[in-house]
């Protein structure tokens, strides 16, 4: 059993930094393909940013571009989604997601893609 765990999260100011991580754990983790997910207070959950198994490609939403970094300690099994000059509007539960993916295989921004999902960590920015 697949079994993702983010840590990190918190209350944090507007044009703060931070770094959360998820951790898997399970058979065959190394597969994974991991993304980050957010979902706001009355809002759908959205997509962050993606890497693949080797951490090798990225994906980024728009939103997020040039602020956040995504990236992978593989030996530790751990995603990580640095994030730089956080705004109120980051604000969020994120979400970390796993796809047991074939290393050529593109990155998805559709969360139906990933079968693999964390309980979340709430990050608050405050203005």
């Known amino acids: 059993q697949v079994r993702l765990v983010e840590s990190g999260g918190g209350l944090v100011q507007a044009g703060d930094s931070l770094k959360v991580s998820c951790a898997a754990s399970g058979p065959n983790v190394y597969r994974l393909a991991m993304a980050w997910f957010r979902q706001a207070p009355g809002k759908e959950r959205e997509f962050v940013a993606a890497?693949?198994?080797?951490?090798?490609?990225?994906l980024y939403a728009d939103s997020v571009k040039g602020r956040f970094t995504i990236s992978r300690d593989n030996g530790k099994n751990t995603v990580y989604l640095e994030m730089n000059s956080l705004k109120p509007e980051d604000t969020a539960v994120y979400y970390c997601?796993?796809?047991?993916?074939?290393?050529?295989?593109?990155?998805?921004?559709?969360?139906?893609?990933?079968?693999?999902w964390g309980q979340g960590t709430q990050i608050t920015v405050s203005s």
């Open positions: 890497i693949n198994r080797s951490g090798g490609r990225t």
């Open positions: 997601a796993g796809d047991m993916a074939i290393s050529s295989a593109p990155l998805y921004s559709d969360e139906a893609k990933y079968d693999y």
